[in-house]
């Protein structure tokens, strides 16, 4: 799904997150060891632009894209996209340690196993996970399978060849929002919960020693709380937008359930999407035999739009009884190129890092030693 980039003395690329409610870019210039930001925002999407994950308004889609490309200041014609959603799946799976050619012939086997799909209909893609091998047990590897519709995948394809872009890779949303947030953790060797929250869904992901390690795709996100207080209240969606954005933990916090204010209407969501957030966690941590450091979770790191509202880590924080803070992708400080970018970075940092994520599959890809920061 992914192909190598030429050689360059500082090649750049663009991560492109194309959601149901934002477009977002990161445009990222390689170093040796480090990465500089060079251009970084943000567009609203076309409306009914994306459904489902699956772009079905080409021109106005890509024709967002272009324009926000533009306006953005980007050079880069590469660019890496993802995909994620109810239709994409991803798990870990144990197989019987082989070599890669294998690992491919085996593949639509064994995800057969897992879940029902097409072969026709379907791209099949996966990735043997790094980590010691128990040297008591079977000689094992764990495997991440993914599987995605292929008019999802072809349909992003399409918007950024469309956009003028070079698609370098597809890559999985959930693993780019890792790539971007997992040294935050230190050195990554203790467990993580993000709560990617966008506009139609969010994407509860876990990485265990900085390797992902589950995730489960959860039908509520920002949109949810704007539409429910439009059906509420009466407003309309740029009012119940406006309304969201001024809302605080307080208010949040101290407000009536059943009310008919603002801060009632959007706890009750907010409530209902801590509430699946923690069940989540529970059943991840069932997996592990109580006492074992596995069935930890040590911080929760929010991310996505919806994740700059006024004390949202506080309100997660609180319903999970978690370390709780919202997500910067932790390389976009490393350099970055002008007033306006370093503006963006600051304003959206938790709207921009999967688009970051997705910029730095190149860097994983070439196997560049980056620093944290």
């Not at 109810?86 to 070599?99: H, I, W």
């Not at 890559?171 to 993000?194: E, F, H, Y």
Request: aromatic letters at 4%; hydrophobic letters at 45%; a negative charge.
């Amino acid at each position: 799904m992914g192909f190598r980039l030429p050689e360059r003395k500082h090649p750049r690329i663009v991560g492109v997150d194309i959601g149901h409610q934002f477009i977002k870019v990161v445009e990222l210039e390689l170093h040796k060891h480090s990465v500089a930001v060079t251009a970084a925002g943000a567009v609203p999407t076309p409306q009914q632009g994306v459904v489902e994950g699956q772009v079905v308004a080409l021109d106005q889609v890509s024709g967002a894209l272009r324009n926000l490309l533009q306006n953005c200041g980007v050079r880069a014609s590469q660019a890496v996209a993802g995909v994620s959603g109810l239709s994409v799946y991803v798990r870990q799976m144990k197989l019987p340690r082989m070599n890669e050619t294998n690992l491919r012939r085996t593949l639509p086997f064994e995800a057969r196993k897992h879940i029902n799909f097409n072969p026709e209909d379907t791209i099949l893609e996966c990735a043997v996970v790094p980590g010691a091998q128990d040297k008591s047990a079977p000689p094992e590897m764990d495997v991440l399978l993914v599987a995605a519709p292929k008019l999802l995948v072809e349909s992003r394809v399409t918007a950024l060849e469309a956009a003028g872009l070079d698609p370098v890779a597809m890559d999985v949303a959930s693993l780019a929002t890792l790539r971007a947030l997992v040294p935050l953790d230190g050195d990554g060797t203790r467990n993580l919960a993000v709560a990617d929250i966008g506009g139609a869904f969010t994407e509860v992901i876990i990485a265990r020693k900085g390797v992902h390690a589950f995730q489960r795709t959860i039908q509520v996100g920002g949109a949810t709380i704007t539409q429910a207080l439009c059906s509420a209240l009466n407003l309309t969606p740029q009012q119940a937008v406006l309304a969201k954005e001024s809302l605080t933990f307080d208010q949040i916090v101290e407000a009536k359930p059943g009310s008919r204010e603002p801060a009632s209407v959007a706890r009750q969501v907010l409530d209902d999407l801590v509430r699946e957030v923690r069940r989540t966690l529970d059943f991840y941590i069932s997996q592990f035999p109580e006492g074992t450091s596995e069935g930890v979770i040590d911080k929760m790191v929010l991310a996505g739009g919806t994740a700059k509202l006024s004390g949202l880590a506080d309100y997660f924080a609180r319903g999970l009884e978690l370390p709780t803070e919202v997500g910067v992708p932790y390389r976009a400080s490393v350099a970055s190129a002008g007033a306006d970018v370093q503006a963006a970075l600051e304003r959206d940092a938790p709207s921009l890092v999967q688009a970051t994520g997705l910029a730095l599959w190149e860097a994983e890809a070439s196997g560049l030693g980056l620093a944290g920061g």
